[in-house]
T-cell receptor
Framework: GENVEQHPSTLSVQEGDSAVIKCTYS??????FPWYKQELGKGPQLIID?????GEKKDQRIAVTLNKTAKHFSLHITETQPEDSAVYFC?????????????FGQGTTLQVKP | GAVVSQHPSWVICKSGTSVKIECRSL??????MFWYRQFPKQSLMLMAT?????????EQGVEKDKFLINHASLTLSTLTVTSAHPEDSSFYIC???????????????FGEGSRLTVL
């Protein structure tokens, strides 16, 4: 089955700096790659996603890149703010039907220092 | 965006009792819902896939008689933890797959989670 590896497990940056989180996946049939932000005691919230027919997607300060050949994708957060501090999860799925279950990475705890 | 509601948000029960957690899609129909379990400072682990009108599909290592899942309608799935024990204490999160224009977008919308504490 699918296996998703996420690095780093913790990341501390200064406010205004950029943060990059990387994930690799094992199932070449995966075609949907979302990123979630989870705050303490809450459910994950989708912040950005990308499909396998696209190499890069950007939404304001957040961007995601996908390298299908290498089977890895990354989250880039620019101009980080203290409110960006949270746990971030990457995930991968085949994206459709009953087989489209999301498999999550291990998570990255991002701390943005004021 | 789509809203998924979980109830209760937290529950404390005695060992040996059963606890039911509800997951509702509030503004869309969800033929498929997923149940995850999350221990402190760990990732979300998929427990089972819940399909409306049919039996749930459980992941390897998840006891189907322990974690009963019912998906009786297109907007409601329930997870019942039977004969709960302290080791079942965890954060349980459901998610529902969104549909757009009759097609499967693949996007998952998550509930806020239910924290179960078994004494």
């Amino acid at each position: 089955g699918e296996n998703v590896e996420q690095h780093p497990s913790t990341l501390s940056v200064q406010e205004g700096d950029s943060a990059v989180i990387k994930c690799t996946y094992s199932d070449s049939a995966s075609n949907y790659f979302p990123w979630y932000k989870q705050e303490l005691g809450k459910g994950p919230q989708l912040i950005i996603d990308i499909r396998s027919n696209v190499g890069e997607k950007k939404d304001q300060r957040i961007a995601v890149t996908l390298n299908k050949t290498a089977k890895h994708f990354s989250l880039h957060i620019t101009e980080t703010q203290p409110e960006d501090s949270a746990v971030y999860f990457c995930a991968a799925s085949r994206g459709s039907g009953n087989t489209g279950k999301l498999i999550f990475g291990q998570g990255t705890t991002l701390q943005v220092k004021p | 965006g789509a809203v998924v509601s979980q109830h209760p948000s937290w529950v404390i029960c005695k060992s040996g009792t059963s606890v039911k957690i509800e997951c509702r899609s509030l503004d869309f129909q969800a033929t498929t819902m997923f149940w995850y379990r999350q221990f402190p400072k760990q990732s979300l682990m998929l427990m089972a896939t819940s399909n409306e009108g049919s039996k749930a599909t459980y992941e390897q290592g998840v006891e189907k008689d322990k974690f009963l899942i019912n998906h009786a309608s297109l907007t409601l799935s329930t997870l019942t933890v039977t004969s709960a024990h302290p080791e079942d204490s965890s954060f349980y999160i459901c998610s529902a797959r969104g549909l757009a224009g009759g097609g499967d977008t693949g996007e998952l919308f998550f509930g806020e989670g239910s924290r179960l504490t078994v004494l």
